[in-house]
């Protein structure tokens, strides 16, 4: 049933015809997101509203409605989607971070509260997958610096130990197991599937890219990005004089 998770009446709607059909409901996974470009200030109050309703808000309406029916058998699996953002803030998608640390708090919050009835509750970390939507932003960033698939690729997969980026079916086959009886010993766990990243270089390889872009829509010439994720461009200030500016890491920016 396609619903629109920013709607109330549509998430009960969907909860009511699950019931009358199935007669009961044991699994719940919130996968639904939404990302809103932007550095802190230049948010008003629509966009963070627009941040936190569908992913926030539309988990907290889901597992309120779900609830219920799962307390009736004394069994439930709740798994929340969460994302790498929640332990790295971004540049320019601060609101992105907060949504899933919220997520994450939230798992643990309801899993201390929610075991007594036989429900589990863990959430999901995903970091670094191959999804239409990153699909896209590859594609958007091939046609802001003129780089290739692969060289957009490159310092991306470089922050991985697998040496390549995970699939949805990769994260779904853990959604599975949480679910099952073989995690019935798993409440309030935060389980990262990243092929083996490490926090620190996740943020330093994201946060390049994110720069990296922001200098492109801005008309800065020759960006780019080195296998250590280091930035570098070329611009000219007001007076027309040429300078160069190099970033390696969000912390040590120059």
Do not use: Y
């Not at 550095?39 to 409605?65: P, Q």
């Not at 829509?217 to 160069?244: K, L, T």
Request: net charge negative; proline share 4%; aromatic share 6%.
């Amino acid at each position: 049933v396609p619903t629109d998770l920013t709607d109330p009446a549509a998430i009960e709607n969907l909860f009511k015809k699950t019931l009358a059909e199935f007669g009961r409901l044991d699994i719940l996974v919130n996968n639904a997101t939404n990302v809103v470009q932007g550095s802190f200030f230049a948010m008003d109050e629509a966009a963070w509203d627009r941040a936190f309703e569908n992913k926030l808000r539309g988990t907290v309406r889901c597992i309120r409605l779900a609830v219920p029916a799962m307390r009736e058998r004394k069994w439930g699996r709740i798994v929340n989607i969460s994302g790498g953002a929640a332990w790295t803030p971004q540049l320019g998608a601060i609101a992105t971070g907060m949504n899933n640390a919220a997520v994450q708090n939230l798992t643990v919050a309801l899993a201390n509260e929610l075991a007594k009835d036989g429900i589990l509750v863990n959430a999901i970390v995903p970091t670094a997958v191959r999804t239409e939507r990153h699909d896209q932003n590859i594609k958007d960033t091939m046609a802001k610096t003129g780089q290739s698939e692969a060289e957009v690729l490159k310092p991306r997969v470089a922050k991985i130990p697998l040496g390549r980026m995970g699939t949805s079916e990769e994260i779904a086959n853990v959604v599975v197991f949480m679910c099952s009886e073989r995690a019935s010993f798993v409440a309030g766990s935060l389980w990262a599937v990243d092929g083996g990243v490490d926090p620190s270089g996740f943020v330093k390889g994201w946060a390049a890219d994110v720069v990296a872009d922001m200098l492109v829509s801005q008309g800065f010439m020759n960006v780019a990005i080195n296998a250590a994720g280091d930035v570098s461009c070329r611009g000219e200030q007001s007076e027309g004089q040429p300078w160069v500016i190099g970033i390696r890491h969000p912390e040590e920016t120059h």
